[in-house]
Every structure is written in C-alpha cells, then in structure tokens.
C-alpha cells in the first residue's frame, strides 16, 4: 500500500499479526503514545453481521503531552483523537497504517494546533519507520 495524504503505511514482510501488534505498540511507546483503545474489525463484523474480513485491528494511539496541549487550544479538538493506526494482514504479511495528524488536524483554524499535530506527526512517522527494526522484519 502507498502513503496517502492521510494516511502512512508500511507493509512487513514475513510478520504475522500478533507480531505486528507488539512491534507497533512499542513503537508507539517509545514515542510517547499509548494504546486507549483496540477494535478487532473482523471480530465485530463478524458478530455483528456475519461478514468475513481479514484480521484487522484499529488503535487509538494518544500522547497525553500532545493531546493535553491541543485539548487546551481547542476542546472541540477530541473529535479527532485519538490517533488511529491500522494493522491487518495481508498476503504474505501485515500491513501497518498511520493516520497523518497534520491532514486530520488541517481542518481545525485554532491557532496553535498545527504546531501539536506537526510534533504528532513527526513522533508517528519515528514510530513507522522504528517498526520492524527490534524484530529485523523486512519493510516496504
């Protein structure tokens, strides 16, 4: 999969999803973020309405720092958190996404918020490129 204007992503050859979990979450760790919340896509499809859908998993990454000083500049800036990363698999491995704060946060006009979502942002893009390196998966 190719990056997106609001979207990254990183595909890791090899990796099952279970793997890709724990390689994102420490990531995300070391950049400050943690996990608020894990929506198991295909669970709730399944239950829900029958439908089969690879497995595929969404988080709710935040850093509290960053979401404490937007939160400060706007209130209304919590429709947009927390960070939401993707990961699911797919043939020959797991595909990991990340949304781009910068794009998410480009609609709000309070001054101050570009300032947080570019620090997001580059904490994020940390985090990708950290994937895969403590478990020396191949990434594309």
Sequence with gaps: MKDTEYGMHRTLRGVGLDEALDSVTTALKNEGFGVLTRIDVADTLKTKIGVDFRPYVILGACNP???SKALEIDDNIGLMLPCNVVV???EGGTEV???RP???MGIADAPGIR???DEAQARLERAL???GRHSGVTTT
């Design 88 to 90: 699911a698999a797919t």
């Design 97 to 99: 996404s990340f949304i």
């Design 115 to 117: 300032e947080v979502a």
């Design 129 to 131: 490129e950290a994937i």
């Design 102 to 104: 910068r794009a998410m």
């Design 65 to 67: 720092m960053l979401a």
